[in-house]
């Protein structure tokens, strides 16, 4: 937490130099939330390329399922014509198809992850937004009324222009204040949602070497399944 409120003092101090500038603290409020509604609207961007994302993976994993099952029929039939090395060959498609389908569930996984806390967080902030609407125009309507009442007062009981100039220096302070409390407590929001998972991965020789000594028993497996099952199927016809 140390990391995050430095990291919110260091934006607080920018934002109130930044609203500084504004001679009119209702320009500020205004100024304020226009920006807290674009990064809500960022916000919801990230959420579309998350699940853009996703559904990308999920037609990816739709063909590697239709092209396993595929390879597994042409495999049959490559025996039927006694091309055992098309067999294996066609099995060992099979087989890296099916490793890169395991693979793809492991990323949407995390992709649905990822978009469910990103969705969760919008809704956290779609409601500190609305809220800070709702309170920067009473701020606003508050603040109106008291410099309508300051200037009666000040024809009234003749203050000096630069007394004037002080307390409505303090009521913009005031309110620049509490309107910078809902953007700091917005922007730590965003801060401890964390960042988008990694998705690649780089395995290392020996696993590779793992991995198709792997492969390789299961094709070899599967070669003699295919075998047996044409043999007793032939050895039934033959009977019959």
Do not use: H
């Not at 222009?161 to 309107?179: L, P, Y």
């Amino acid at each position: 937490m140390g990391l995050i409120n430095r990291i919110s003092s260091l934006i607080q101090q920018k934002t109130n130099t930044l609203l500084d500038k504004f001679e009119d603290p209702k320009e500020a409020l205004d100024y304020s939330y226009q920006k807290q509604t674009e990064m809500l609207i960022k916000l919801r961007r990230s959420i579309a390329e998350v699940v853009t994302s996703r559904k990308r993976l999920e037609l990816q994993k739709d063909k590697l399922t239709d092209n396993v099952a595929k390879l597994q029929e042409e495999a049959g039939k490559a025996l039927d014509a006694n091309r055992e090395d098309l067999a294996r060959l066609a099995l060992e498609r099979k087989n890296a198809n099916s490793q890169q389908m395991q693979d793809l569930d492991k990323q949407i996984e995390s992709l649905k992850q990822e978009e469910s806390r990103l969705t969760e967080m919008e809704k956290r902030l779609s409601a500190k937004v609305e809220e800070f609407r709702s309170k920067k125009e009473v701020i606003k309507a508050q603040y109106t009324a008291a410099e309508a009442s300051v200037k009666v007062k000040e024809s009234v009981t003749g203050i000096s222009e630069e007394m004037t100039d002080v307390g409505m220096a303090m009521n913009r302070a005031e309110d620049k204040t509490e309107q910078m409390k809902a953007k700091a407590a917005a922007l730590d929001d965003m801060i401890d949602s964390g960042a988008l998972t990694d998705y690649t991965s780089d395995k290392d020789e020996i696993e590779k070497e793992l991995g198709k000594i792997s492969s390789k028993s299961s094709v070899d497996a599967e070669l003699e399944k295919l075998k047996s099952e044409r043999v007793s199927k032939e050895g039934g016809e033959s009977k019959a």
